[in-house]
């Protein structure tokens, strides 16, 4: 199989299997179940326009769960604000929520926006470093168990 097709096999099933990515501090487990499914619908569309070429990176819904902890830790600064309340904007528009027009950001300059992309980026290289991890552990155990197995079948050429 070539190794395209493997990486497209892998980037699929990652979809459904790779973590969701949130900031350490205890509070990654309260996500809501609504972002929890944009954050695979969201997926599965990043699958898509990576086919059609465009570059794979994490989306806006992986961004907003990894920020939601971060929220409840300490207060941040402007930028993150904005950027957090950009994200609320459009993720919860692709819910079928509108975000109160007080708090409501409906775009992000190019300095936010970099900021916001490079976060995007880092979200999923984070992904990939632990679907490798998980795979790499799978293959290992996987020789283990054969080798355990062959080590069984092969008869003992000495009693003693």
Do not use: C
């Not at 949130?22 to 929890?36: H, I, S, T, Y």
């Not at 699958?47 to 830790?73: C, F, I, Q, S, V």
């Not at 708090?103 to 999923?124: F, T, V």
């Amino acid at each position: 199989m070539s190794q395209t097709i493997e990486k497209g096999i892998s980037e699929i099933v990652g979809v459904f299997t790779d973590p969701i990515i949130v900031f350490p501090g205890g509070w990654g487990e309260d996500l809501p179940d609504w972002l929890k499914t944009a954050i695979t619908l969201e997926r599965l569309e990043m699958n898509m326009r990576a086919l059609k070429g465009e570059e794979m990176t994490g989306t806006d819904a992986e961004a907003l769960a990894y920020m939601y902890p971060r929220t409840m830790e300490a207060p941040m600064d402007r930028d993150w604000v904005d950027i957090y309340l950009y994200l609320g904007t459009k993720v919860m528009a692709r819910a079928g929520t509108e975000m109160p027009e007080d708090i409501r950001k409906d775009s992000l300059d190019d300095y936010l926006m970099g900021k916001l992309n490079h976060l995007k980026a880092w979200i999923y290289q984070q992904r990939i470093k632990v679907r490798l991890e998980r795979d790499r552990a799978e293959r290992r155990e996987k020789k283990e168990e054969e080798a355990a197995a062959r080590k069984a079948e092969q008869p003992a050429l000495f009693t003693f």
